[in-house]
T-cell receptor
């Protein structure tokens, strides 16, 4: 079956850097999505990695290692509004399936 | 439309009642997904459509759950004889073509509470 693991909760300080890790085991893996979800709201797209390496987009960067089945989301210069759940999702089965991890709830403290 | 629209936003059902949840995807999006999200958990896959064809329904928890997308646009998720364990947020997402590099856009969900 599919297995996607990420930490349940993390806490970080405003202005700091935090790295949220995700490991996955899926069949027919295509790529790895990261979504942000504020409480009571819809998940919103942050990044998609299909090739190995780091992709930077403003304060957020995402890394993928296909050989290790590993990804991380890096958030820099944390702001209070970054407090949310961060969902790692594997795009697999030839692009016909998007399977999510349990989400990492990030709390940013002053 | 501008985004994925789901209705109702909130639904309270008595145990045993049937419910129907509606999803209006982004116009022209081929793929449509339904997910179930329990409080504090990630979304769990229920079913997937490509146009009107239901290509995968392996995530539907029981035969009380049924989804359709008859004309390849609007989709309805129906739950018959609701049980308390069905209480969750039901999320709908659409994407241009599959998920292979095509971002999935989510609706705000329907929060179902079975009492």
């Amino acid at each position: 079956g599919q297995n996607i693991d990420q930490p349940t909760e993390m806490t970080a300080t405003e202005g700091a850097i935090v790295q949220i890790n995700c490991t996955y085991q899926t069949s027919g893996f295509n790529g790895l999505f990261w979504y942000q979800q504020h409480a009571g709201e819809a998940p919103t797209f942050l990044s998609y990695n299909v090739l190995d390496g780091l992709e930077e987009k403003g304060r957020f960067s995402s890394f993928l290692s296909r050989s290790k089945g590993y990804s991380y989301l890096l958030l820099k210069e944390l702001q209070m509004k970054d407090s949310a759940s961060y969902l790692c999702a594997a795009d697999h089965n030839a692009g016909n399936m998007l399977t999510f991890g349990g989400g990492t709830r990030l709390m940013v403290k002053p | 439309g501008a985004g994925v629209s789901q209705s109702p936003r909130y639904k309270v059902a008595k145990r045993g009642q049937d419910v129907a949840l509606r999803c209006d995807p982004i116009s022209g999006h081929v793929s449509l997904f339904w997910y179930q999200q329990a409080l504090g958990q990630g979304p769990e896959f229920l079913t997937y459509f490509q146009n009107e064809a239901q290509l995968d329904k392996s995530g539907l928890p029981s035969d009380r759950f049924f989804a359709e997308r008859p004309e390849g646009s609007v989709s309805t998720l129906k739950i018959q004889r609701t049980q308390q364990e069905d209480s969750a947020v039901y999320l709908c997402a659409s994407s241009r073509e599959g998920t292979g590099g095509s971002e999935a856009f989510f609706g705000q969900g329907t929060r179902l509470t079975v009492v």
